[in-house]
């Protein structure tokens, strides 16, 4: 194969990264934009040692979960933003079910009945597949035209509109139909907040500078309302803060007067949960690196006095003994990277009853998973919800207990 060649093949199982498997003469090619079973013909993209990437670019046999994708730039050599517009909402979350199971037995070896066991599924949110992404981040071109990144490219796509947007960012006068310019920005960001603020900012040199709508945002979520600067991290589906509480909460069950710790604690929004349940008088140690999201946490958290904000990496803090068990229960929000052994096993020898993991990434999250069985950790449930819909991206609520129990 050459790069640019179309090639006739039958595609097989999804993959992680928005891609289905095929093989070409014994070669292991990557396919976007196609569904397993279809017949297509594909374009290479890139050629690696061992394996290629394709896009399908005519659908010769098409599956019956295939549908015409809403938006006219997720197509192949244009937006890369979504990765499964093609593919009818109920058949993404098969999609990403199989993902995360494919990704349980080969990193995290669990055996298909342990994967059965926990009855894996991936569940939407409300809200529907368009109009929920609260937070997009468009780059801009040469010539000053906000817009999105093409599907591993630095190449900037100039789009009209992004239908995964939130109405009200679909609204702002951003993109090229409405005829703005953006010459001495490199990104803008827009927020629309779920207390209804609306904010705009330019970034130039990694700076950003508020254009309009206020610089801090107010966002409601766990019964509280939260204020954190605009372009400060927060979940960006309306609904994914409440249901990542719930799951949360429900899973370890919290009890009155129980220690928590919230690891990678972001602006407190697990540490506020906890207080609320284990009551008063219990200590509840949320960890946390971002000076901003630190910042953030301390001023949404001060009326809760037994909640103590820990500005340190998570590693750094349970290296040297920044927080020392024993503790009952703990939370883990790691970025796509995953929490990683010497955490996992810091976390282990302190002791818990149980620990909740969210994971934004399978292949993360199933190498932790490998990491608590190796320490005798069970992992006992798992929840899957479509916090990103249209995308490859699925989240994780798992809850892993000791031995004992």
């Known amino acids: 194969m050459e790069e640019a060649e179309r090639v006739e093949l039958t595609v097989g199982a999804v993959a992680p990264g928005g891609h289905c498997v095929a093989r070409v003469d014994g070669q292991v090619v990557?396919?976007?934009?196609?569904?397993?079973?279809?017949?297509?013909?594909?374009?290479?993209?890139?050629?690696?040692?061992?394996?290629?990437?394709?896009?399908?670019?005519?659908?010769?046999q098409a599956s019956p979960d295939r549908v015409e994708p809403p938006c006219p730039y997720a197509k192949p050599g244009r937006c890369g933003g979504c990765d499964l517009q093609h593919v009818a909402p109920a058949a993404q979350l098969a999609w990403k079910t199989d993902v995360v199971r494919e990704q349980l037995t080969r990193l995290g070896r669990l055996t298909d009945a342990e994967v059965d066991a926990l009855g894996v599924t991936v569940e939407a949110l409300?809200?529907?597949?368009?109009g929920w992404r609260s937070r997009v981040r468009y780059a801009v071109d040469a010539a000053g035209r906000a817009g999105l990144l093409k599907h591993r490219s630095h190449e900037?796509?100039?789009?009209?509109?992004?239908?995964i947007?939130?109405?009200?960012?679909?609204?702002?006068?951003?993109?090229?139909g409405s005829g703005a310019r953006?010459?001495?920005?490199?990104?803008?960001?827009?927020?629309?907040?779920?207390g209804g603020d609306v904010s705009v900012a330019a970034v130039t040199d990694g700076v950003a500078t508020t254009v309009s709508g206020p610089r801090t945002v107010r966002e409601v979520a766990a019964g509280r309302d939260w204020e954190l600067p605009a372009a400060g991290f927060w979940q960006v589906h309306p609904a994914a803060a409440d249901t990542l509480v719930a799951a949360v909460l429900d899973l370890l069950d919290p009890r009155a007067g129980e220690s928590a710790w919230d690891l990678y604690g972001g602006a407190g929004l697990f540490a506020a949960a906890l207080a609320g349940r284990v009551g008063p008088d219990a200590r509840v140690t949320l960890v946390e690196s971002s000076a901003q999201a630190v910042a953030a946490a301390r001023e949404n958290l001060a009326d809760l006095p037994r909640v103590e904000v820990v500005a340190a990496r998570v590693e750094t803090a349970l290296a040297r003994r920044r927080i020392t068990g024993p503790v009952d229960l703990v939370v883990l929000d790691p970025p796509r990277s995953g929490a990683g052994a010497?955490?996992?096993?810091?976390?282990?020898?302190?002791?818990?009853?149980?620990?909740?993991?969210?994971?934004?990434?399978?292949?993360?999250f199933a190498r932790d998973v490998r990491t608590f069985a190796e320490a005798g950790w069970r992992l006992t449930a798992l929840r899957g919800y479509d916090l990103f819909p249209m995308t490859q991206h699925v989240e994780l609520v798992g809850l892993f207990l000791p031995p004992e129990q």
């Open 30 to 60: 990557f396919v976007r934009h196609a569904l397993p079973g279809e017949r297509v013909l594909a374009e290479v993209t890139e050629l690696h040692k061992g394996f290629a990437r394709a896009d399908a670019v005519e659908i010769l």
């Open 126 to 130: 409300p809200g529907g597949p368009l």
């Open 342 to 364: 010497a955490v996992v096993r810091d976390v282990v020898a302190a002791g818990p009853r149980a620990v909740a993991y969210v994971a934004c990434d399978p292949a993360a």
């Open 182 to 194: 953006w010459p001495d920005a490199e990104a803008v960001e827009t927020v629309a907040s779920t």
């Open 156 to 163: 900037v796509v100039p789009i009209d509109r992004c239908l």
């Open 165 to 176: 947007a939130h109405p009200a960012i679909q609204e702002l006068p951003v993109l090229t």
